[in-house]
């Protein structure tokens, strides 16, 4: 347990290291504090022994110069030691936070799903925020009271011996309720901070979710639902409160016990003429001042636990390893043909096995379809692809390179996808195209909304292709906000591309539309496409035909329905609905 927080001591030391000279500054403003705290102990004496009691005037006009002389130092000093230190805390924080985003961005996708986003946004939010009072922080604070803590009591010594040992007689009996109050606070500390993360993915979710609360108008239950959990993160605060504040009075009560013993024993001492009265004032002070510094003491590591616990959680997402990594030696394949094999491949989530034995092959410029029931594996296929996961068994193949073997950043260079999470930035138009390439032109990106026939609807907006979309913007239809992430994938110009359901959200009028664009488009690509609307595929060189992981069968349009197999059932079936229904497509498969 104790090495478990030394070694996270450790680690939040290397994030100070960029910052030592600052930390140093503060430690050495913190010693010029914790020294003028022992001189002010120290200065009692001369004051009762040499003025006060020799009644000496001609040193009267000092003492004012002494006092306000060494409170301005330690003013001063305060100041330096507490702006070094919060500024030097402060950039840790903003470095950890950094660190934490960025190896975030690097997980693999397996890893995101299985947590709530407002799981990461609590971590890097308020769990870093919770390590704002740095173990450096703590370290320099730490010093100062130390310094003091131990001058004073040397300064007690140094008085008399023999007073001191019956004033520092119950100091051991502190360390106890100090180390009980720590664990106490470092325990509730977490499970506040695990509350606050349920919170955080609680608004995460209400703010995402609103109309579908609204809509089924479980606003209540939403309400109750934070409201438990808000009073739960309470009942954990209240607990570190508790602790917290209990353990300066124990402290306190404690010293009285010291202090009591001073001047039971003092008293007597000053009459047998052992000490002088000042000696006995100045040993006084030094007893009542050192009890502060032991209690900001035992504060600090109180702070120091509910950093602890934060930092542990931190810790456990950077010591999360991201599983898929560009391999020592991988390659950058530059732009590739577009040839694209997957051989045998064999895939799970966990437990749940979801493709069997798959392979396929496409040459460049092919458009190979997939279909197939829902839950059949279509769009872990084309994940697998662009590497969102590893293959558990078998390989997929770019112009005869094993995908693992390239660079990722190459690999996913030469892969745009369109899926049916048409996600938009808070951003405008242009940039929301531009999005893969941000070095395009307006014209190239005027272009690409033309060609996914996104052009005239853009141009109606009040600000055109400056508009702002998304949450602070102007609101699109699902078919508008589709028609863009085409002209996203399009303007990225791959040579392989991925279209999961890319026209779901169309009307007939408009996937028609769009199909022509799209058709242009796959031209010399390669191209996957996975649709529920069999009309969608029919043009495709080769269907694939997926079942629960496995293919079915595979072939052209003709060559399955000619089969009479699956392919042919799911036609059957979609022509019938559509001879119902004039006016619902259906995507019901
Ligand atoms: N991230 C995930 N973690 C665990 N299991 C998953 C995940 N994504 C999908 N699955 C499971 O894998 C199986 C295949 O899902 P997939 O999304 O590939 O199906 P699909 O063929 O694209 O279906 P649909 O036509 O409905 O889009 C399903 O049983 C699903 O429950
Ligand atoms: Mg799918």
């Known amino acids: ?270 009459i047998d003429g052992r000490i002088t009265l000042g000696e006995l004032f100045s040993f006084g002070a030094a007893v ?45 394949i530059g732009r590739c043909r577009g040839e694209v094999a997957f051989r045998d491949v064999t895939f799970s989530y966990g437990d749940n096995s979801v493709l069997k034995n798959f392979s396929i092959e496409a040459s460049p410029g092919e458009i190979v379809a997939l279909v197939g029931p829902s839950g059949a594996g279509k769009t872990t296929a084309a994940a697998l692809l662009s590497r969102f996961f590893d293959v558990s068994d078998g390989q997929i193949c770019i112009d005869g390179h094993d995908i693992r073997a390239l660079t990722l950043a190459s690999l996913r260079k030469n892969i745009a996808m369109v899926d049916q999470d048409t996600f938009l930035f808070n951003d405008t138009v242009t940039n929301n195209i531009r999005y893969g390439r941000p070095d395009a032109t307006l014209e190239e990106v005027k272009r690409a909304a033309e060609a996914a026939y996104a052009d005239q609807f853009i141009l109606e907006l009040p600000n055109g292709y400056e508009e702002m979309i998304g949450d602070r913007g102007v609101r699109l239809s699902g078919g508008q906000r589709q028609r863009l992430c085409i002209a996203r994938a399009l303007l990225m110009d791959a040579p392989i591309m991925i279209l999961d359901e890319a026209t779901s959200a169309l009307d007939t009028e408009s996937e028609k539309v769009v199909q022509k664009a799209l058709h242009n488009l796959m031209l010399n690509r390669t191209t996957f496409v996975i649709a529920h609307r069999l009309s969608t595929v029919q043009s495709a060189h080769k269907i694939v035909v997926l079942e629960d992981g496995l293919i079915k069968e595979q072939g052209t349009h003709q060559e399955l329905l000619h089969n009479r197999g699956l392919y042919h059932k799911l036609y059957e079936i979609q022509f019938m609905r559509q001879d119902d229904s004039q006016t619902v497509g259906p995507d019901t498969l």
């Open 288 to 332: 009542l001042m050192m009890y502060a510094p032991l209690r900001r003491l035992i504060k600090i590591n109180n702070t120091l636990q509910t950093v602890v616990s934060a930092a542990e959680r931190v810790f456990e997402i950077l010591d999360q390893k991201a599983d898929i990594v560009d391999r020592p030696g991988a390659v950058d």
């Open 1 to 270: 347990m104790k090495s478990q927080t030394a070694t996270l001591f450790k680690r939040i030391f290397q994030y100070s290291r960029p910052y030592l000279w600052r930390i140093g500054g503060a430690l050495c403003a913190s010693l010029v504090v914790g020294a003028t705290d022992v001189a002010s102990a120290k200065l009692v004496q001369p004051l009762v022994d040499r003025v006060l009691q020799p009644q000496d005037r001609s040193l009267i006009p000092l003492v004012p110069f002494f006092i306000v002389g060494l409170f301005v130092l330690k003013g001063g000093a305060k100041f330096l030691q507490e702006y070094y230190i919060k500024t030097s805390g402060a950039l840790v924080v903003q470095d950890i936070r950094n660190s934490l985003y960025s190896h975030s961005l690097g997980l693999s996708l397996g890893y995101i799903n299985k947590n709530t986003a407002g799981n990461f946004m609590s971590r890097i939010l308020n769990d870093v925020g919770q390590m704002q009072r740095s173990a450096a922080d703590m370290l320099v604070d730490g010093a100062r009271e130390s310094i003091a803590l131990i001058g004073l009591t040397a300064l007690a010594f140094y008085n008399d011996w023999q007073l001191a040992i019956a004033a520092f007689l119950v100091l051991p009996l502190s360390f106890l309720p100090a180390s009980y109050v720590g664990r106490r606070i470092k325990k509730n500390s977490r499970g506040g901070q695990q509350v606050l993360a349920e919170l955080t993915a609680i608004l995460q979710e209400t703010f995402s979710g609103m109309k579908v609360i609204k809509s089924f108008g479980t606003e209540d239950l939403e309400r109750e639902k934070f409201v438990n959990r808000n009073r739960n993160f309470y009942h954990f605060l209240r607990k570190v409160i508790k602790y917290d504040s209990l353990s300066a009075p124990v402290i306190e009560i404690l010293a009285s016990f010291g202090i009591a013993a001073v001047f039971w024993f003092g008293i007597y001492r000053v």
